[in-house]
């Protein structure tokens, strides 16, 4: 194991908790509200200040209160409250890999920060993240290439807006395993008519979770600033910079054609003591620039940058004999050291904007033109994938490492030019059409580092969107909504395929949506219908010599669905609960066509998340919450069968706010699977190969904030 040095020692995180003990406690009554489900308006959705209430799309924001509530240290533990939202191929100790109505998102084209592109192929940090973001459905209106399922958006804390408000807080937590971290938090206006400001944050995490080998650490320095120019301009800019070491975790297989006893989840199943962790460094920022014109108009122009370094290692399990999809009967399977280290990926944005009303032929127009030119490069070096032995599932096993870098990797750079228009038409009182158009033209190419199966294409398409809004009642809007999105994809460079680079016919999902949205007193829901298909590729042949198959077009996958989620507040209760149900099918497959017909796989058919949280009048500052996550049987097979089976866990979390000699301090205690379930949380298929990851064991964490 290579050796990591806090930067920041644990002792500073005792000192904090200490000084929060060790004196005097005043009651007070807090007014923070867990928000889940914001109506706030979403950046990611480029509609302006349309809340979410008014929109004719489904979205979530989720605030900053509820990121600490939850404790969430990556976007997969914010974006896990939704029903909608659920686990693909997503390692405890990777960057996130989610799926939401039953597509995986991409992490090269599905992730926006500040409504900007950028590559979530590393660990994103959550210290300075004010809220996050998620826009479901198909997302050709708001970007270029996507898959259907959705587009997460990060949001930056910013300075105060007010003239004498300040920000100064620090948060210490413990646990999770045995894990401590400690973060800062501040922010003021300064300068004479306190044109400036700034938010300063940063974290530091020893990171030593339940699962046992998998030790490591995360930093995180940030800074946000801004200049109110003059009334009507305005300069921001911001910039973090992190760093995140941890071990591997390989996820367990089937053993043959059985669905193995479920785990624990504390071993780390093919760590060796040869083994090294996997770095993730990044630097990422933005710059914005926002000046209000003549009657009313706003222009933005924002651009937004991207460093990555990564080294990937892993020590790798996988099937047996190098040509299986599982483990083999007796829970042997062949081992790997694997190891791409000095991955580099570069993306930078630049975007110009401007947005305004303007009335034409009676009607009033609420109107974005939008460019957008963009880049994203990945450089990469040889890297290894050598068989070291095999291991076993039942019985520690040892290994020799070989990370001989002997195996040639791919290179690619895109460059990207998108126009866009966006128009909202008020037709009446309570009617209004939506309309967007989205013209895209890429230049993309691909080489392997050895300078075999150069690659280049320049598609272009255009994307459209049009929705139509019905205000029902004074409360309640009914909408619907068609879009369409596009997805490019190319062969693998790898001399298994006989059309290696080679790319295939542009992926258009379309989807078609219809909800209901109502906000009646301390009541507030939605419903929404969606029926979504997208093309599926597949390889044709065995891959496992060169030349040995090809990428091809293989038919649909057809996912339809019905989400229903709520709120309720009222004097000491908050409510709130939402639920997914998909049936997602694959359709009009070519190479194997017994799959037509079946399930998708690892797709749940039901997701339920629930929430019920209560303040105690008795003890002014305490409020204490239950939350339930359930999810629905899922496809480990393409035949069906096997099944994984669903499972339920509960968290219970208790929050005090208080203030310690004027101090306003938040505690939370939380324990998360409660009842200490043991069940396989999901079962990819990746890499040709089955997987299944076990779920979290019952955690506690202590968490403790105090603002000055």
Not at 184 to 213: C, K, Q, S, V
Not at 254 to 262: F, R, S
Not at 327 to 355: I, P
Not at 492 to 509: C, D, E, F, K, V
């Amino acid at each position: 194991m290579a050796n990591h040095s806090p930067s920041m020692p644990m002792g500073r995180i005792a000192a904090v908790v200490t000084l929060c003990m060790a004196t005097t406690t005043v009651w007070s009554q807090a007014n923070n509200e867990v928000v889940i489900t914001s109506p706030a308006p979403q950046q990611v959705s480029g509609f302006g200040d349309t809340p979410l209430s008014k929109a004719p799309f489904s979205g979530i924001s989720i605030d900053a209160q509820t990121l600490r509530d939850i404790g969430a240290t990556r976007i997969s533990d914010a974006l896990r409250l939704d029903a909608s939202v659920t686990d693909s191929y997503n390692s405890p100790a990777y960057w996130d890999m989610l799926s939401v109505r039953g597509y995986t998102l991409d992490n090269r084209y599905n992730y926006r920060r500040e409504g900007l592109p950028i590559s979530a192929e590393t660990m994103i940090p959550m210290e300075n993240k004010e809220r996050i973001e998620l826009l479901k459905g198909t997302s050709g209106i708001q970007a270029g290439t996507s898959s259907p399922g959705g587009l997460a958006n990060y949001v930056v804390k910013r300075a105060p807006t007010g003239n004498e408000e300040t920000i100064r807080a620090v948060t210490a937590s413990y646990g999770n395993g045995k894990s401590s971290s400690i973060a800062l938090d501040l922010g003021a206006r300064f300068g004479e008519n306190r044109d400036f400001g700034y938010r300063f944050n940063a974290g530091y995490e020893d990171l030593n979770p339940y699962i046992h080998n998998t030790q490591g650490h995360r930093k995180l320095m940030a800074l946000a600033m801004d200049w109110r120019i003059t009334p009507d301009s305005k300069l921001e800019w911001e910039f973090e910079r992190s760093e995140r070491q941890q071990m591997g975790v390989n996820a367990y297989s089937l053993l043959g054609n059985n669905l193995p006893p479920v785990v624990n989840g504390t071993r780390n199943l093919t760590w060796q003591s040869w083994a090294v962790p996997g770095v993730f460094h990044a630097n990422t920022g933005t710059v914005r620039f926002k000046q209000n014109l003549a009657n009313g108009w706003l222009w933005t122009t924002t651009y937004g940058g991207q460093r990555l370094k990564s080294d990937d290692r892993l020590a790798y399990a996988f099937g047996c004999g190098g040509n299986c999809d599982r483990f083999y009967a007796d829970g042997s399977f062949d081992l790997y050291d694997y190891r791409s280290d000095n991955e580099r990926r570069t993306v930078d944005a630049l975007q110009t904007k401007v947005a305004g009303q303007t009335t034409w032929a009676g009607l009033k127009n609420e109107l974005t033109f939008g460019l957008m030119r963009s880049r994203m490069v990945l450089q990469t070096q040889p890297y290894a994938y050598n068989w070291v032995g095999t291991g076993s599932v039942f019985t520690p096993f040892t290994s020799t490492a070989d990370p001989s870098p002997v195996y040639a990797n791919t290179n690619r750079s895109e460059y990207t030019t998108e126009l866009s228009l966006k128009d909202r038409v008020t037709l009446d009182a309570r009617n209004s059409l939506w309309l967007g158009l989205r013209h895209t033209r890429m230049d993309r190419s691909s080489v392997s580092t050895d300078g075999s199966n150069p690659v280049r294409v320049a598609p272009s398409f255009t994307t459209p969107w049009v929705a139509m809004t019905h205000q029902w009642t004074p409360a309640t809007l009914a909408y619907g909504s068609y879009g369409e999105g596009v997805e490019v994809d190319a062969a693998p460079n790898l001399p298994q395929y006989s059309n290696a680079g080679q790319p295939l016919a542009a992926m258009r999902s379309k989807q078609m949506e219809f909800g209901l949205k109502t906000q009646s007193g301390p009541v507030r829901w939605q419903l929404a219908w969606f029926d979504i298909t997208r093309p599926q590729s597949g390889d044709s042949g065995a891959c496992n010599a060169d030349n040995s198959c090809q990428r091809q077009m293989n038919g649909q996958t057809h996912n339809r669905g019905l989400e229903l989620g709520g709120t309720y507040s009222q004097g000491p209760w908050l409510l709130h609960a939402s639920s997914t149900w998909i049936n997602a099918r694959r359709e009009n497959a070519v190479i194997d066509t017994s799959v037509n017909g079946q399930r998708a796989l690892n797709v749940p058919d039901v997701v339920l998340r629930a929430l019920a949280q209560y303040r105690w009048a008795d003890v002014p500052g305490l409020r204490t919450s239950l939350r339930m996550n359930h999810e629905g049987a899922r496809r480990v097979l393409e035949d069906g069968s096997l099944n994984l089976p669903a499972w339920t866990t509960i968290d219970l979390a208790a929050h005090y706010d208080t203030r310690v000699e004027g101090v306003r301090t938040e505690w939370t205690l939380a324990v998360d699977n409660l009842t200490d379930q043991h069940y396989w949380r999901e079962s990819p298929k990746q890499f040709s190969h089955y997987y299944l990851y076990p779920g979290a064991l019952r955690t506690v964490r202590i968490t403790v904030r105090t603002s000055f």
